[in-house]
């Protein structure tokens, strides 16, 4: 994730990848949401959990590793908060799915990871701000997933579930057409030397005081 600076990465572009994991692992995870697939076990999530670690966490903190290197604050703070965000989900799935034993699965509080989803609130909140001046495919992408974890924050701590679970659903769907996109855009303009897929100027709303 680079801003208007445009900065040269060695090996590989970092927003490419990084928003190739999160195009991936929502688009497994919004399909369970919206019904299009299920487990045969029964349990909901057991599918996602692979592409939440591999794509949506350690995918994610390569790209973040690459553009610390290259002291890109912003990208690599999206990047290692959010692929963090998805390990650290997954293994909250796995807790709640029994994989790690009967006693921490019987313990297990879905309203904690709601609170985590508050937290991620925040987060996103004030990445959103500061994407306003990156580019518009970052600020949308960043501003649906403001309502994804709205959405997933209100539906597990029980309030109106079965709406704000639709509300996290979509959102959740439209940030990885959105992320496909940027990923599309970020490899093949660099690629071609120009912009092949147009990504939207920083809205240049957000400038330092005048000093008087």
Sequence with gaps: ????????????????????????????????????????????????????????????????????????????????????FWIATAFSWMIQSGVFGNALQ??????????????????????????????KVLFFIFFFINFLFLGLSLSTLGFLPEFFHNVAAIAELIVSILAFYGSAAALLNAHFGFVFLPIGKKFNIIKAPQNK
């Design 1 to 84: 994730m680079k801003n208007e600076v445009h900065v040269k990465h060695s090996g590989i572009d970092p927003t490419a990848i990084g928003l190739f994991g999160l195009a991936i692992v929502t688009l497994v995870a919004s399909s369970q949401k919206l019904g299009w697939t299920e487990s045969v076990s029964g349990e909901s999530v057991s599918g996602v959990i692979s592409w939440a670690v591999i794509l949506g966490g350690i995918g994610q903190i390569i790209a973040a590793f690459y553009d610390a290197k290259v002291k890109n604050v912003f990208g690599a703070t999206a990047f290692f908060g959010y692929g963090l």
């Design 106 to 135: 019987v313990s297990y509080d879905p309203k904690q990871i709601g609170f985590a989803f508050v937290g991620y609130l925040i987060f996103t909140l004030f990445m959103t701000i500061g994407a306003l001046e990156t580019n």
